[in-house]
T-cell receptor, first 113, second 112 residues
Framework: AQSVTQLDSQVPVFEEAPVELRCNYSSSVSVYLFWYVQYPNQGLQLLLKYLSGSTLVKGINGFEAEFNKSQTSFHLRKPSVHISDTAEYFCAVMGTSYGKLTFGQGTILTVHP | DGGITQSPKYLFRKEGQNVTLSCEQNLNHDAMYWYRQDPGQGLRLIYYSQIVNDFQKGDIAEGYSVSREKKESFPLTVTSAQKNPTAFYLC???????????FGPGTRLTVL
């Protein structure tokens, strides 16, 4: 079994400030990890993914995430956010033995001017 | 352009009616998925298909049915047995089961 917990349901931040969206997971097997972004009334777009190798993963739009196996975390970071980053962000885990993608509940990031 | 299309974007249904949501992809992906999204609950898997003419139930399959007669198409029928069908429905596809998934734009279903 696997599960994902996104620790913050909403994160407000001012423009040009740094942001971190937290994600913890549990799984009995090795995992692949993903972050997706969803703009209102749209589908999900892949931001970045961790499959293997370097634990620091860089994605689109200036986002990056770090895989921490000992703490079972995959937090998403951006050093300076823009108004256009306002969206809902989903962390997801896939057990390498299961092939099933399990999503967290989502974090709504709101960037204020 | 390659991608996933879902239609219609908005759908209204009366209680007791079945309704079918369309999902088409031209990415030549083998695997396709249907998810349901409710506020604050993330995405939950309804059905998935790894190859043509084969599909499996996900976590919340009750009240839904699917077919996979063509590689590029994976329609979802929401039946009258689904007790609370109002939701945002997302279709996705991947090259194979263990690869990253690409999502369509979604269909918002409202039961009146």
């Amino acid at each position: 079994a696997q599960s994902v917990t996104q620790l913050d349901s909403q994160v407000p931040v001012f423009e040009e400030a740094p942001v971190e969206l937290r994600c913890n997971y549990s799984s009995s097997v090795s995992v692949y990890l993903f972050w997706y972004v969803q703009y209102p009334n749209q589908g999900l777009q892949l931001l970045l993914k961790y499959l293997s190798g370097s634990t620091l993963v860089k994605g689109i739009n200036g986002f990056e995430a770090e895989f921490n196996k000992s703490q079972t975390s995959f937090h998403l970071r951006k050093p300076s956010v823009h108004i256009s980053d306002t969206a809902e962000y989903f962390c997801a885990v896939m057990g390498t033995s299961y092939g099933k993608l399990t999503f967290g509940q989502g974090t709504i990031l709101t960037v204020h001017p | 352009d390659g991608g996933i299309t879902q239609s219609p974007k908005y759908l209204f249904r009366k209680e007791g009616q079945n309704v079918t949501l369309s999902c088409e992809q031209n990415l030549n992906h083998d695997a396709m998925y249907w998810y349901r999204q409710d506020p604050g609950q993330g995405l939950r898997l309804i059905y998935y298909s790894q190859i043509v003419n084969d599909f499996q139930k996900g976590d919340i399959a009750e009240g839904y049915s699917v077919s996979r007669e063509k590689k590029e198409s994976f329609p979802l029928t929401v039946t009258s047995a689904q007790k609370n069908p109002t939701a945002f429905y997302l279709c996705a596809s991947s090259i194979a089961r263990y690869n990253e998934q690409f999502f369509g734009p979604g269909t918002r279903l409202t039961v009146l």
